[in-house]
């Protein structure tokens, strides 16, 4: 279905405890709405990411709902807490059941 | 027929009533925020939506929304063919109640957020975004 998925997300390498990090993420997908026809007039079946998570050492940082109004390559922005030492695990949840995933490190000093 | 003060008063306020009809007879938007409020009031404190004013590209409009203290921000366009757009929860973690993504229009409407807040309330926000072209079709 959808190819050449790839997650890209941005996590500062280190951070003080406690303090408030930005965020960033991306990941390459067509997010086919369902609305759009071919060009014999045929719908193009939905194919999307419909949810997405951040989690930081097993604790939710942010869980978002998707809908076909999120464009392609779906870019999400948000801040995170940071009191320890840990991984930020991300994933994303395609309609076809796929799950990608990324996971980063953070110091905290 | 002669018009007297009072009756075109009453005409005036008829077709402003009338002209404001196709802006609030939205039964999908109105059902999407009474299944997320489950029919509480909504304030508009709170709550911030930043949107851009004119969108050359409706294919990806950028929005950010801001809700200090909220638990979940639902991101609606009503003049989409779906006007759900995401909901975002936050967790314990989240550094700040909010977030930025970007988003499909097709065709110039308001984008509007809803908050819901900790202790139950919510707040909501509009902002119109004037779309060149959509982003929707085909």
Redesign the interface.
């Known amino acids: 279905m959808a190819d050449n998925v790839t997650p890209r997300v941005r996590v500062p390498r280190d951070a003080a405890a406690g303090e408030?990090?930005?965020i960033k993420t991306l990941i390459s997908h067509p997010m086919e709405?369902g609305?759009?026809?071919?060009g014999d007039g045929n719908l193009?079946p939905r194919s999307i990411i419909n949810r997405f998570t951040c989690?930081?050492n097993g604790?939710?940082?942010?869980?978002?709902?998707?809908?076909?109004?999120?464009?392609?390559n779906?870019?999400?922005?948000?801040?995170?807490?940071?009191?320890e030492s840990g991984t930020f695990t991300f994933t994303w949840y395609d309609d076809d059941g796929s799950v990608y995933t990324d996971t980063k490190d953070i110091a905290v000093s | 027929m002669k018009l007297t003060r009072r009756d075109s008063i009453l005409l005036a306020m008829g077709a402003s009533a009338a002209a404001m009809v196709p802006f609030t007879a939205n039964a999908a938007v109105e059902d999407l925020i009474n299944a997320f409020t489950g029919g509480a009031a909504v304030g508009d404190a709170g709550i911030t939506l930043i949107a851009p004013e004119i969108a050359e590209n409706g294919n990806t409009v950028p929005v950010e929304v801001d809700a200090p203290g909220a638990v979940a921000i639902m991101l609606l366009a009503t003049g989409n063919p779906t006007p759900s757009v995401a909901t975002f929860n936050f967790g314990p973690l989240a550094g700040s109640q909010s977030a930025s993504t970007r988003i499909r229009l097709s065709k110039t409407q308001n984008v509007t957020a809803i908050a819901k807040m900790a202790d139950g309330s919510f707040a909501q926000a509009s902002s119109e975004v004037k779309v060149t072209i959509g982003g929707c079709g085909g």
């Open positions: 408030s990090i930005v709405s609305q759009r026809k071919d193009i989690e930081f604790q939710s940082v942010v869980d978002v709902t998707l809908e076909p109004a999120i464009s392609t779906p870019y999400f922005e948000f801040q995170s807490l940071v009191p």
